[in-house]
């Protein structure tokens, strides 16, 4: 099925594959995240393993800058809590999820790969991190508490603090990936790890991921809830 523009919604032997493509760099607008959040609800209906994943050459380049530049202060905050609320669902979500990174992962886009179970990337000439303060943004409590539960601790002042753009191999020694695989390989490397997620006992996968990330996602929507609190 397809949930709606730009995103694709796919099915097959326990797997649902989300496809991110708006022909462009994937942005995180309001429009995508409802329609990330809609595949969501329906791979959790089919009780699915998740593949995230973006079109070739971009995974996402983050959040929708039209947005913050509209001077809507109510539609940028409702961006930033749909954004946040998304890494909290992926961290929380009952079936294992994959991040398949197709290339760029910039800003928010980094950040959504950080709340996947297993990161997947293609080698390449990508740049992949988080550039907030490169754009005079101040990072949202929720990206900093999920960058500490992900990255290494000697990396995560140079990947937040100042907005270093890594290729694919750096950000898997750093923990934005576990993986890089080079991108002739990548496809079956992805629906090889799905088919393992699959396999896995679906009852014992979600009661430990409560067990190690119980406190941790709840502190995440703490965080969404102080920074962007619900109208």
Request: net charge negative.
């Amino acid at each position: 099925m397809t949930t709606s523009e730009p995103v694709d919604y796919a099915l097959a032997d326990g797997v649902a594959t989300i496809t991110l493509d708006d022909g462009k760099a994937n942005v995180l607008s309001p429009a995508m995240l409802a329609a990330i959040d809609q595949a969501l609800d329906q791979a959790e209906q089919d009780e699915a393993v998740v593949v995230l994943r973006g079109r070739p050459g971009m995974f996402s380049a983050g959040y929708d800058l039209g947005v913050f530049q509209s001077g809507d202060g109510a539609a940028v905050s409702g961006m930033l809590r749909a954004g946040g609320h998304l890494v909290a669902r992926l961290l929380d979500f009952p079936r294992p999820v994959l991040g398949a990174c197709t290339g760029h992962a910039i800003a928010q886009g980094a950040f959504t790969l950080l709340g996947c179970d297993v990161r997947v990337g293609t080698a390449g000439a990508f740049k992949l991190g988080m550039n907030e303060a490169a754009n005079g943004m101040t990072l949202p409590r929720y990206a900093v508490t999920v960058s500490r539960y992900r990255l290494r601790p000697d990396r995560i002042d140079l990947a937040l603090g100042t907005a270093r753009m890594v290729d694919p191999e750096t950000a898997r020694e750093w923990g934005i990936l576990d993986e890089t695989v080079d991108d002739d390989a990548f496809d079956e490397a992805v629906a090889t790890e799905a088919a393992r997620l699959a396999s896995l006992s679906a009852d014992a996968h979600r009661g430990i991921k409560q067990h190690v990330r119980g406190d941790l996602v709840q502190q995440l929507r703490d965080d969404v809830d102080a920074d962007f609190p619900a109208s």
